[in-house]
Every structure is written in structure tokens, then in C-alpha cells.
């Protein structure tokens, strides 16, 4: 195997079982031969396909220059290395920025307490309101531990 080369491929067991119900055992683990061999080196030499019977011939299609090849394979081979390269691309970019939970923590801190003072400016008007104090108040110590614990498991 050539550096870099991706050493797997996605299998899907049903579409296999399916696409290979009318095979033999033995017609069966060429084919998968075939498709290990297509993964790991290429389009297929025609002189690798004599002798198959037509159910495995039927698996494969020829290209522009009479190798063999299975669509299926072939389209997911692609589909993994774009899914790779995208993860590259986004490797050299830095990867999926980090959430900052400090800074979240303190800024939903903030946008917390100012909603909690509009609601101690208006405290008398209802008592609606003063359950709603202290639902903010037991929210506001809710997130006050949990960023203290944040602070601790950070060694802040």
C-alpha cells in the first residue's frame, strides 16, 4: 500500500447480502477480491477477469481503457476523499474553533444580571414578578457554581 492511501472503504452489509444473493460462496469471495484489489491498486487488468462467471462480470463495468472497475466502490472511494480532504482543509485552517466556555459562562453572567435588574427596579409591582426574581436569582447562583467549576477544572 502506497504512503497516504486510505486502507479502508465503506461496506454496507445489507446492499452486499443483497447485491450477492444469487451468487455462490465461491463466486462471492472473488468478487470481494475484486473489490479489495480495485481499493488497494486501481482499475482491474482484463487478464484478472477471465474465468469469472457472469454474476461477478455483471459487478463491474469497463473503462476508457478496458479495465475493470465497480461503480459502487469507485463512488465511494471518492466520497471518502473529499470527506478527507475537507477535514484537511479544515486541519490547515486550524480545525472547528474552540468554544470559549469561560467567556460564554461570564457573558451569560452579564445579559443575566442586567434582565434580573430591570426585574428588582419593578419588585412591588406584582407578585408574578417577584417569582420571576427569584427564578433568575436561583439561575443566576446555578450558573455562578457552574463557573466556579469551570474555573476549578480549568485551574483558573
Known sequence: MSKGKDPAFLFYPADFLIGTMDMTDEEVGKYIRLLCRQHQKGHIKPELMQGLSEEVLDKFQKDSKGNYYNKRLKDEIEKREKYAESRR???????????????????????????????TENENENENKNEDINTNKRGIRMISQAHQMWQEALGK
Open 89 to 119: 482543509q479544515n486541519g490547515l485552517k486550524g480545525g472547528r474553533p474552540k468554544k470559549d466556555v469561560r467567556n460564554h459562562m461570564q457573558n451569560h453572567m452579564v445579559s443575566t444580571d442586567k434582565s434580573t435588574e430591570k426585574h
